[in-house]
């Protein structure tokens, strides 16, 4: 006796088709499950006898064989526990399921049905072949109804999806309603209106919003550096549904899709003890790391000369490529990765160098050491670095509020559209990511604003992505003014954020 069930794997973040082929035979029972399973789904053969058994079934005194094809494709996690099962009950006379039907689920041994990850691009991936029927986890039901155009069915227990093949129960397939979870993208407990003063540093996090640039915060403890990064994701422009969904299969596949879709930016903050693995993802079963759950929002790396050498100099392929490929005996998967990164660092052991008020008690020697943890292709890879000074006084005590993060956001979106416009033929989102052809193409500079960047080039004798750098984020401070050309004081502003920070110099007698 043979029969077919559908389920689904994930391969990075992509999700196909697994058929389940379950063969019951006379001979000595056993239960074997082949075709490249690793070890938790061999596990699957107990978790389901116990199940069935548990629930008033006993499977039948004959071989059973279970293959997962295509046999080809290394298969993971325990979420073939429920196809499985249907399987044997459909072999057995229990039930009879629809052939287009697709299970993914993993069974406690009562029966139950527990949530797994990857649901939501299994679904996805499965809806383009023609799929409409799916029945998951009760957990995850949200999730997989996000792909719209499908009928997904939450189930909490065996018996219960039993006793609904029967016609004894009815279970309501999952309805979410994705324009309404859209809706909330701007809900956030924080603004950018809570920082004090800090003009300069919150001009650089604009334009960082606007055209997706790397930035550097460098300053003394307590300046607010941390509060001004973490807020930067209230003025970025929201996330389209194509990038919510995008997003959603990364946290799915991690096992962290709280809300069945993401529609705020992420924002990742790992701490600087994090090994390279998990920064860029890997593993035996290889999973996305930080760098790829940040994808299309922020990636923010708190006291930056702390991390690892090994592990920062790991963010430099993803930051030029937007994505990262993690090899392992068994394949290479690839994983998204577009972010903004900001760093944040003292500028030296003590924090205070360069602290107007108090004096750093750090040698000359002990300073440079502690700032060329930040290697040079490192720093050559982040277009915007500002110091931040403490806040004055006057600008604590002052009762005006700032600039809020929807007023500022404003300005982001539009710059934003300007950008959608200019790449609608390209794949290139942002000015962060023109290509060197793009920049020839759109940074149209006017008379005087050559003649500046001639002199600045002359001068400080940047490197060739300094250059680009440079023209990318002048086109950003021109697009945020609504200006078709780069001006001179575009390039101004522009280099004031390559150049005039004090990371790097050092005073005489320090």
Known sequence: MFCRVKS????GIDGFLVDVEVDIAPGLPQFNIVGLPDKAINEAKDRVRSALKNIGFQLPAKRITVNLSPSNLRKQGTLYDL???IGILKLTGVLDVDEDAVFVGELSLDGKVNPVNGVLPIVLSLKQKGFRKFFVPKENAKEGAIAQG???FGVSSLEQLIRFFRGEENIESEKVDVNALLSKAFDYSIDLADVKGQYQAKRALEISAAGMHNLLLIGPPGAGKSMLA???V???PPLTLEEALEVSKIYSVAGILKEGLMVHRPFRSPHYTASEVALIGGGSNPMPGEISLAHRGVLFLDEMVEFSRRALESLRQPIEDGYVTVSRVGGRITFPASFILIGATNPCPCGNYGNPYKACTCSLSQIRTYQAKLSGPILDRIDLKVWVEPVEVQDLINPNVGESSKEVRERVIKAYQIQRERFKDSKTKFN??????????????TASAKTLLERIMNKLHLSGRSYSKLLKVSRTIADLEGEEKIREDHISEAIHYRVEEKLLTFKDGV
């Open 432 to 445: 962060a990511q023109m290509t060197e052809k793009e920049i020839e193409k759109y940074c149209v500079l």
């Open 234 to 236: 209230t003025i970025l």
């Open 83 to 85: 196809p499985i099962a």
């Open 150 to 152: 499908v009928e997904v």
């Open 230 to 232: 973490k807020r930067i």
């Open 8 to 11: 689904g794997g994930v391969l």
